[in-house]
């Protein structure tokens, strides 16, 4: 991997960023061959000399320096950076994708992890506990690490809050044949959550997974999330959504494909 050129970062001044250590984050880029897929990064200084791995700022498509990534197929852009409801840290784009039903897309659908990722790559790899990179055990050790990570789910085309819920049932029913009080209680507030909406073409849905028992929903007409709409205190219907989209048969296998590309690239270098 060489070094490119030096541009703006997302989150300072042109030059240097300065984060609450009192370290100087200096923004650069560099291409990986992900298939064809560009990926830029921001390369940290610290001033006693720490070491700082690579941020990783965007996974997919646009010019260096864009504040978007455009998921190709649906043409949806979604920030490179994200804050959502109920957190109040930053998270990065990892990977990007779209789920069609019968050949028709229905919606696009981004990832998005901790920023931490880039700020200390090594010290993400201990979290998560890694140590051979296998897609399979990669996602799900993201899952159970004391990481925040959330996917965000923009419509194209409309859908009512019941078909919605239906499909995203589905894919819980996978791991969870037979619910208990517990589950049975948070299936009841996740569907309680989209039925009777009208989820119009363009309206965005966040489900962000704060711990692996805890994860928030926000609905919002247009990409500017302002309030959590429910939380989902079951690990295991958190989990069963969770594996419908990064397991081994995932509703969207672009978004994991993607993701994977990326988390790679990131935690073997």
Not at 29 to 53: D, E, I, S
Not at 177 to 203: C, D, H, I, V
Request: net charge positive; charged share 20%; aromatic share 10%.
């Amino acid at each position: 991997m060489s070094l490119a050129s030096v541009v703006p970062s997302t989150r300072a001044s042109p030059a240097f960023a300065r984060d609450p250590a009192g370290s100087r984050r200096r923004a650069c880029t560099r291409h990986l061959p992900l298939g064809g897929v560009q990926v830029r990064f921001a390369c940290g200084f610290a001033r006693r000399g720490a070491r700082r791995l690579p941020v990783a700022l965007a996974a997919g498509g646009g010019a260096v320096g864009d504040a978007f990534v455009t998921e190709g197929s649906t043409n949806v852009k979604f920030p490179r950076e994200l804050i959502v409801p109920g957190y109040t840290g930053s998270l990065v784009i990892i990977g990007t994708g779209y789920r069609d039903k019968f050949f028709v897309k229905v919606y696009a659908a981004a990832f998005y992890v901790d920023y931490s990722l880039g700020i200390d790559t090594e010290q993400w790899k201990e979290k998560i506990g890694i140590e051979s990179f296998d897609p399979n055990s990669v996602f799900d050790s993201i899952f159970k690490a004391p990481v925040v990570k959330s996917l965000s789910i923009i419509l194209v085309r409309d859908v009512d809050g019941k078909t919605f819920v239906n499909a995203l049932n589905d894919v819980i029913a996978r791991q969870i044949k037979t619910p208990n009080a517990e589950e049975e209680s948070s299936l009841s507030t996740f569907q309680n959550t989209f039925l009777g909406r009208n989820l119009k073409q363009g309206t965005s849905i966040y489900l962000t997974w704060l711990e692996p028992s805890r994860m928030l929903i926000s609905i919002s007409e247009n990409q500017d999330p302002s309030q959590v709409d429910a939380e989902i205190k079951s690990a295991t219907v958190n989990y069963a959504l969770y594996d419908g989209f990064f397991g081994n048969s995932p509703v969207s296998p672009s978004l994991r494909s993607s993701s994977t590309q990326l988390l790679e690239a990131l935690l073997t270098k």
